[in-house]
């Protein structure tokens, strides 16, 4: 059946597509990781299928409307699907007004390494992560003299839901078709005993989930080469939190867990400062990530799910520089965390997703028919690596052969928030038809 909705999907965008060609953009493809049989032997790793769609239109005395959405389907039959925008927007004078699902390119620390704090993140891979933008009214206008101002608010909650975790309400089990998502773990190891761990979810109503308002302001000025700000949001974590408790009587053969999403608010706060001149952008961005409820983690519940609970302030302060144009597009970027977190102490919270990271990258298109990539991103503290390079060739307009490597190193004592994914290497090709 899934496969069949994506057949579905894909035959929809194409007439869609033929039907007003300067309006739609988008492509189809496949690709196998098993190039290399020993590599990325993971399921949902070894192959997929995606589909990549935008309707953008945007004309003088019309309202622009944008909508944008991915699918990708793996060979576990594991299928994700992401909306990235979708939106009505007005504009008159100096003054605009968005309505529906849009990206707040407020953070660019947050965009550029994954962390999904203000934006939600499409989750495809963790390789490139993605965003999607969060739904309700945008109001922006800009001065004369360079100042400007951004209002955000919404009524509702939509959380990230990529990946997702497979529940069996019947055996009790949680488990996932897809290589990024963590389930946790199935059984305990108790006096040289594995006891398979029985899991029951308390769903919310989906009104509890849903109306959760959300608001935000960013303050600003700018002019030809400069722009600068500072913003505050407050609303839910992107990332569904949890609770857990456990019940096990010794010599017992299960363990019973009982997992209540959670949906915390947050504070984020923070600014940006960027320089433009032609193909050249050097940027420095600061966030601050404060959590309203800080749960406390049980070591037993740990010891036995696998799941951390405990949260932990974030901040993070970085910058870059980068030139683009068609031909060359070339950068460097760094981050820190300048908040605490000890490896040792901080067993109940989730690792960070970057410490103290450098990332360089470079694209090169030698004529209309072959382009080049690398990417490398490099944590100096806990020497975690992600690696992708790539080849392209492009046979006509419409269509386009690629080839790579993407590839993740982590410390050699297996702690970090990379370590779950070291498997998940590629040594890939694939065909992608664009239109």
Known sequence: MKLKSFIFILLMTLAGASWSAQDFTGSVGALSNQLNENVGDVAGNRYNMDLNFEFHRNRSNELERKFTANALMNDANGTMYSVNEAYLSSKWGRSELKFGRSILDWSDIDAHWGFGKINNRQNFSGFTPGQEGLTGIVFSRRYSNG?????????????????????????????????????????????????????????????????????????????????????????????????????????????????????????????????????????????????????????????????????????????????????????????????????????????????????????????RFFQVSGDVKYDMLTTDRLTMLKVSYYPTRNMAVNAGVNMIGTPSNGKSYWSPYTNNDAVYAGLRYLF
């Open 147 to 367: 100042f400007r101002y951004h209002f955000f608010a919404t009524p509702i909650y939509v959380p990230e839901t990529n990946p997702s975790l497979d529940i069996n309400k019947t055996d009790g089990t949680i488990t996932s078709k897809n290589p990024w998502s963590k389930p946790p773990a199935a059984s305990a190891n108790i006096s040289n005993r594995d006891i398979p761990i029985f899991y029951k979810v308390d769903y919310p109503s989906i009104t509890d989930v849903v109306f959760k308002p959300s608001g935000g302001i960013n303050l600003g000025w700018g002019n030809k080469h400069w722009d600068g700000g500072f913003y505050y949001l407050r609303k839910p974590e992107n990332q569904v939190s949890t609770t857990v408790d456990i019940s096990y009587n010794p010599g017992d053969d299960i363990i019973n867990a009982r997992i209540q999403p959670q949906f915390f608010y947050h504070d984020i706060y923070g600014g940006n400062l960027r320089w433009k001149n032609k193909d050249i952008t050097v940027y420095a961005s600061a966030v601050a990530i404060r959590p309203n409820d800080y749960p406390v983690g049980d070591p037993l519940v740990t010891q036995y799910t696998q799941i951390e609970v405990e949260k932990r302030r974030e901040d993070y302060v970085g910058g870059g520089i980068s030139k683009e144009n068609d031909r060359l597009g070339t950068g460097f970027d760094y981050v820190a965390r300048l908040s605490p977190f000890n490896k040792d102490e901080d067993i109940l919270a989730e690792d960070p997703r970057w410490n103290q990271a450098v990332h360089g990258w470079v694209r090169y298109r030698f004529n």
